[in-house]
């Protein structure tokens, strides 16, 4: 396994009336990060958050190309950027769903407390296969093929390239001392968004290659 030690490029927030950062999601110009009770879209060149959207934001948050799906306690929901409004809505898997992302037409589901990852449909919420960790889960991503996770237990906080089928860790990237990740997604190129809990920031961490 390769380990390395993560390299933060750029921090950001914390954000007025932010006390926990928990999803977050990246639709190719905007980081979109959830914040309890609303979804806010980042401008990472420039730090400044551009709208909200008022909708249940409790853990994880993907983008499919054209849609936002949120973690709400129990369930998933399918909005429309545009309008805000919620157009669908499936069952989330398990009792402590944490991470969100999509890829290969499916949605993928980490969860937290039992130290598992789950690939589910979108359309159903039926599970397709779940991968085990020996890790609590946090936020989940897809780049280039690649599976990542990250994990938060006490003070510290990694991400892992995992086998997608076996579970198995590849590669793991260790953060500061202190430093939790809650959400993660990939910008589809060499760094991460990472939210960042009860700090209240989102960082940029760069993917090693």
């Known amino acids: 396994m390769k380990q390395s030690t993560a390299q933060i490029l750029r921090e950001y927030g914390p954000f007025a009336g932010v006390d926990k950062v928990h999803g977050v999601t990246w639709d190719g110009q905007h980081v979109w990060f959830a914040t309890g009770d609303k979804l806010n879209a980042l401008d990472p060149s420039s730090g400044k958050t551009l709208r909200s959207i008022d909708v249940a934001a409790h853990a994880g948050t993907a983008f499919d190309g054209q849609h936002l799906f949120q973690i709400a306690d129990d369930r998933i929901h399918k909005i429309d950027p545009q309008t805000g409004r919620v157009l669908a809505t499936?069952?989330?898997p398990g009792g402590s769903d944490s991470g969100l992302t999509w890829a290969e037409g499916t949605l993928w589901v980490g969860e937290y407390r039992d130290r598992k990852i789950h690939q589910i449909?979108?359309?159903t919420?039926?599970?397709?296969?779940?991968i085990e960790?020996?890790?609590?889960?946090?936020?989940v991503t897809w780049v280039e093929g690649q599976l990542w996770h990250g994990t938060w237990e006490g003070d510290e906080s990694e991400l892992r390239h995992v086998d997608a089928k076996t579970g198995e860790v590849l590669e793991s990237v260790k953060l500061p001392a202190g430093v939790g990740v809650s959400?993660?997604?990939?910008?589809?190129?060499?760094?991460?968004?990472?939210?960042?809990?009860?700090?209240?920031?989102?960082r940029a961490v760069r993917r090693p290659k």
């Open 133 to 139: 960790s020996n890790r609590f889960v946090t936020g």
């Open 90 to 92: 499936i069952p989330a």
């Open 121 to 123: 449909d979108p359309e």
């Open 183 to 202: 959400g993660l997604e990939s910008d589809g190129g060499d760094q991460f968004f990472c939210g960042g809990g009860g700090s209240g920031k989102v």
């Open 125 to 130: 919420g039926a599970i397709l296969r779940t």
